[in-house]
C-alpha cells in the first residue's frame, strides 16, 4: 500500500479559550496547561461532517493525482456520522466516485488508523487498487457546552489519505498493531439516551438519541500514557526499527503531555514530535490525517519519511503504524 496523497477539510470558525471562558468557567492558562489547546474549529451554518470530508477527499485526490471514477474504495473513520445508516455512500456520490464501493468504520479516536488497515488488507490481497481513507468528525454537536472538563477538548474537522496497491518492497504500511478492551468502555462514551415514549397499553419503545459525551479525564490519559508507549515498542521491535531511524511520531492528538510523554518514553526530540493542538483540539479520527496533510503541505514531511503513528480513544480502543510517505508519483 502506498501513501500517494492527503488532504483535509475544516470548518471557517475557530473558537479560542478566550471564547470558553465567556461561557464556562475556564481561561487560557487552564486549558493550555492541562492540554495544550489553545482553540478549535466548530462547524457553523452549511458546514457538516460531509462538507468537511468531502474537502479533504477532494485535496487528498488533487494531490494523487486520481479522478474520482478511479476509486475502487472509501473508507469513512468516523462516530459523528450526518445520516446513522452511513454517511461513506453521500460523499461517494458527491465527489462522482461511482465505481467506489463506500462504508462507515467507527472506532473513535483510533478510527482513522484502523480504516487505513483495513484499506491495506483490500489493497495486499488485489481486491481493489484504489481507496480513500477518511477520517472525520464533528464532535461538537455531542459536546456538552456547559462542562469544562470536556467542552475545552474537541473541535471538528476531516483528513483524508490517498493509497494504492503497489509491489511488496514499495508497501509504505510496513507493520501494524491493533488492540481493543471493552471492559474499560466507559471511560470514554458518547451514549444512547434512555427516554422511551409510550406506544400501546404497557408497550413502550427508547426515543433515539445520545447523551452528550462523558470522560473519566483521568483513566484516560493514563491508558494512553501505558498503552500507546507498549504498542509502539511492540512494534518497533517486530519490524526491527530503531526510535532514532523514526523521521516523525504522528499521534492521535488529544493531549500535549501524552505526545510529550511518549516522545520522552522513546527519547525522540521535541522538533520530531508532530502536533497541531494548539490550534485545532481533538478531533477525533480526523486528528492524524490533518496533522499529515499540514506537515506534507509545509514541507517537514517528505517523500520516504518514516513515521511511527498512534491512535487510542473511546472502546477502549488503540493501535500503532509503521508507515512510510510516498507522496504523488512524478
Same mark, same amino acid.
Given at each position: 500500500?502506498?501513501?500517494?496523497?492527503?488532504?483535509?477539510? #475544516?470548518?471557517l470558525?475557530?473558537?479560542s479559550?478566550?471564547?470558553?471562558?465567556?461561557?464556562?468557567?475556564?481561561?487560557?492558562?487552564?486549558?493550555?496547561?492541562r492540554?495544550?489547546?489553545?482553540?478549535?474549529?466548530?462547524?457553523g451554518?452549511?458546514?457538516? *461532517?460531509?462538507?468537511?470530508?468531502l474537502?479533504?477527499?477532494r485535496?487528498?485526490?488533487? +494531490?494523487?493525482?486520481?479522478?474520482?471514477?478511479?476509486?475502487?474504495l472509501? *473508507?469513512l473513520?468516523?462516530?459523528?456520522?450526518?445520516?446513522?445508516?452511513?454517511s461513506?455512500?453521500?460523499?461517494?456520490?458527491?465527489?462522482?466516485?461511482?465505481?467506489?464501493?463506500?462504508?462507515?468504520?467507527?472506532?473513535a479516536?483510533?478510527g482513522?488508523?484502523?480504516?487505513?488497515v483495513?484499506?491495506?488488507?483490500?489493497?495486499?490481497?488485489?481486491?481493489?487498487?484504489?481507496?480513500?481513507?477518511i477520517?472525520a468528525? +464533528?464532535?461538537?454537536?455531542w459536546v456538552?457546552?456547559?462542562?469544562?472538563?470536556?467542552?475545552?477538548?474537541?473541535g471538528?474537522?476531516?483528513?483524508?489519505?490517498a493509497?494504492?496497491?503497489?509491489?511488496?518492497?514499495?508497501?509504505? @504500511?510496513?507493520?501494524?498493531?491493533?488492540?481493543?478492551?471493552?471492559?474499560?468502555?466507559?471511560? #470514554?462514551?458518547?451514549?444512547?439516551?434512555?427516554?422511551? +415514549?409510550?406506544?400501546?397499553?404497557?408497550?413502550?419503545?427508547?426515543?433515539?438519541?445520545?447523551?452528550?459525551?462523558?470522560?473519566?479525564?483521568?483513566?484516560?490519559?493514563k491508558?494512553a500514557?501505558?498503552?500507546?508507549?507498549?504498542?509502539? +515498542?511492540e512494534? @518497533?521491535?517486530?519490524?526491527?526499527t530503531?526510535?532514532?531511524?523514526?523521521?516523525?511520531? #504522528?499521534?492521535?492528538?488529544?493531549?500535549?503531555?501524552?505526545?510529550?510523554a511518549?516522545?520522552?518514553?522513546?527519547?525522540?526530540?521535541n522538533e520530531?514530535?508532530?502536533?497541531?493542538?494548539?490550534?485545532?483540539?481533538n478531533t477525533?479520527?480526523?486528528?492524524?490525517?490533518?496533522m499529515?496533510?499540514?506537515?506534507?503541505?509545509?514541507?517537514r514531511?517528505?517523500?520516504?519519511h @518514516? #513515521?511511527?503513528s498512534?491512535?487510542?480513544?473511546?472502546?477502549?480502543?488503540?493501535g500503532?503504524?509503521?508507515?512510510?510517505?510516498?507522496?504523488?508519483?512524478?
Amino acid at each position: 500500500m502506498a501513501l500517494v496523497g492527503c488532504g483535509s477539510g #475544516l470548518p471557517l470558525h475557530s473558537l479560542s479559550n478566550d471564547d470558553l471562558s465567556a461561557r464556562v468557567d475556564t481561561n487560557d492558562d487552564w486549558i493550555r496547561s492541562r492540554t495544550g489547546i489553545g482553540a478549535r474549529r466548530v462547524a457553523g451554518p452549511g458546514e457538516s *461532517l460531509t462538507t468537511l470530508a468531502l474537502a479533504a477527499s477532494r485535496g487528498a485526490l488533487e +494531490q494523487a493525482g486520481w479522478a474520482a471514477e478511479e476509486l475502487d474504495l472509501i *473508507l469513512l473513520a468516523t462516530s459523528s456520522p450526518d445520516d446513522l445508516f452511513g454517511s461513506a455512500p453521500r460523499i461517494q456520490g458527491l465527489l462522482g466516485a461511482h465505481r467506489a464501493v463506500a462504508f462507515d468504520l467507527t472506532a473513535a479516536c483510533s478510527g482513522f488508523l484502523f480504516a487505513l488497515v483495513t484499506a491495506s488488507q483490500y489493497l495486499r490481497a488485489g481486491t481493489f487498487k484504489k481507496a480513500l481513507v477518511i477520517g472525520a468528525d +464533528q464532535l461538537s454537536r455531542w459536546v456538552d457546552w456547559n462542562d469544562r472538563r470536556t467542552c475545552v477538548l474537541f473541535g471538528d474537522g476531516a483528513g483524508a489519505v490517498a493509497v494504492e496497491a503497489c509491489a511488496p518492497d514499495a508497501d509504505g @504500511l510496513l507493520g501494524f498493531r491493533l488492540r481493543s478492551d471493552g471492559r474499560r468502555a466507559d471511560c #470514554l462514551t458518547l451514549a444512547q439516551s434512555r427516554e422511551r +415514549q409510550p406506544l400501546v397499553g404497557e408497550f413502550s419503545a427508547q426515543v433515539g438519541g445520545f447523551a452528550p459525551i462523558a470522560m473519566n479525564g483521568q483513566e484516560v490519559y493514563k491508558f494512553a500514557v501505558r498503552e500507546v508507549p507498549a504498542v509502539l +515498542q511492540e512494534l @518497533l521491535a517486530e519490524t526491527g526499527t530503531e526510535a532514532d531511524q523514526l523521521d516523525w511520531l #504522528l499521534l492521535h492528538q488529544a493531549n500535549q503531555r501524552i505526545l510529550d510523554a511518549v516522545a520522552e518514553r522513546f527519547a525522540i526530540p521535541n522538533e520530531r514530535v508532530l502536533s497541531n493542538l494548539a490550534a485545532y483540539g481533538n478531533t477525533s479520527a480526523a486528528t492524524i490525517p490533518l496533522m499529515l496533510q499540514e506537515a506534507v503541505a509545509d514541507g517537514r514531511v517528505q517523500p520516504g519519511h @518514516l #513515521l511511527a503513528s498512534s491512535g487510542f480513544g473511546a472502546g477502549l480502543s488503540w493501535g500503532a503504524a509503521l508507515l512510510r510517505w510516498q507522496g504523488p508519483k512524478g
